[in-house]
């Protein structure tokens, strides 16, 4: 795998002062005081994990939405506009979102941001062989080390807004303990498929956490980025993988191009072997807003339980809860 350079890199009015005034200036109405903390994140998996630790006391804005690749994703005006004006703005980093890093930077110099993921310890992240000097930025495919991120986003709304400091603490607790909870059933559901078909082959590689935290062996098409392309002889050798180790199915993602991932399947096909199509994924981006699979929890509760159905494991058809949508 080869990847793309390019893409690693991801007025006020003034109010005349009267001396010697004697009276106090008036407080600020009631409304402006108990106005919500703006808060704009850039990834979905971020949103949502401010709006859990927010609740109530947050408005937050996600700039990339359901099936928006956040490697390829360029600001709008609107973004930027958003950005300048909101109280906390949280992005991934890790060069994730490789088009924006210049302008993160710059607005650091301006206003509260905060690069969630880069708050992680190094050595709970990975490296790959095609990523010079960065990590893989996919630390939300193992909901444990997602829980870290959530810790940053928890310090990094309590710093923009220490009076709701209690609140954000007890939102974060709770949220935590679903995580702690999803991470449970993702181990059990998955441990369920047999251990000759614990290979998960995917359009780009978005996966390389979720394999050492569930023992399965995992690769990608395309490399980190979405951008990297995926040439003939890669193909090929995955080709003479799948039919060599009798894979029998190779998933979608939802914010990535079908064309590689049934290149595949046509090629084993010539050559005898029947490959499908496991279900499709959610990676670089949640499900449609207002679902279940649109929230952090429903993202991994979906990837798990489809992969381990799709692989011979046993897992719950509406997964952990049962609030999975039909036909996940």
Known sequence: MR???????????????????????????????????SVVATTGMIADAARQVGGGLVE?????????????????????????????????????EAQMVDFMRDLA????????????????????????DKFDPHVWMDPNLWSLVVV?????????????????????????????ELAGYA?????????????LLTAHDAFNYFGPAYGFEVMGIQGISTESEAGIS????????????????????SSVSERNIRALIEGAAARGHKVVIGGEL????????G??????????????????RALGGDAPERGMKGRLSAGS
């Open 282 to 289: 959610f990676s670089d981006a949640m499900g449609a807003d």
């Open 187 to 199: 181990v059990g559901a998955l441990s369920s498929v047999p251990a000759e078909s614990r290979i």
């Open 3 to 37: 990847v793309s350079r390019r893409c690693l890199l991801g007025a006020a009015t003034a109010f005349p002062v009267m001396a010697a005034m004697p009276f106090a200036m008036a407080p600020e109405p009631a409304r402006a005081q108990a106005a919500p903390l």
């Open 291 to 308: 679902t279940y699979e649109g929230t952090y929890v429903g993202m991994i509760d979906h990837n798990a339980t489809v992969i381990s």
């Open 60 to 96: 937050v804005r996600a700039l990339m939405g359901p099936g928006v690749d956040p490697h390829a994703y360029r600001l709008t005006r609107t973004d930027i506009v958003a950005m300048t004006k909101a109280d906390l703005v949280l992005w991934h980093g890790l060069y994730l």
């Open 152 to 180: 940053a986003v928890r310090e990094a709304l309590i710093e923009a807004k220490p009076d709701a400091a209690d609140a954000f603490r007890a939102n974060a607790d709770r949220h935590l303990a679903e995580l702690t």
């Open 234 to 253: 890669r193909i090929s050798e995955l080709v003479d993988l799948l039919v060599t180790r009798r894979i029998g199915a190779v998933f979608v993602e």
């Open 109 to 132: 110099r301006k206003r509260r941001i905060v690069a969630v993921a880069e708050t992680l310890p190094r050595e709970r992240l990975r490296a790959h062989e095609d990523y010079a």
